[in-house]
């Protein structure tokens, strides 16, 4: 079985660390998506990282049809992923990044946004 982006999400948990999405000049893109109680984990993590990349694209005046072609994927797949449902695998969203000329990387688990379950 290939890891999922929910297993390097667990995986970077249980080491106390989370993904994140820093720009060219190493600075967080941290956009809180606003945590409803019933939401899981999971969602609240895509969610936490596909705002930034969202808004970096709307600030480059990409069209999500433009990107998709950038990353090789559709407009529908970039739409989805950007609703926090994708992508599944982790280099997709290593790709969207990078074409957005920012990175996923590893930080520690201490800001305050860090949902409880």
Do not use: Y
């Amino acid at each position: 079985m290939e890891p999922t982006l929910k297993h390097l999400m667990q995986w970077s948990r249980g080491l106390g660390q989370r993904l994140v999405i820093v720009g060219r000049d190493g600075e967080l893109r941290n956009t809180s998506p606003g945590i409803l109680p019933s939401r899981a984990w999971e969602a609240f993590e895509r969610r936490r990282l596909a705002s930034p990349l969202r808004n970096h694209r709307l600030t480059a005046r990409l069209t999500q049809e433009k990107l998709g072609q950038l990353v090789g994927v559709s407009r529908a797949s970039i739409e989805r992923w950007e609703h926090a449902r994708g992508p599944r695998r982790p280099i997709a969203l290593i790709v969207w990044a990078h074409k957005l000329e920012c990175s996923v990387t590893l930080r520690p688990i201490d800001t305050p946004d860090w949902p409880e379950h």
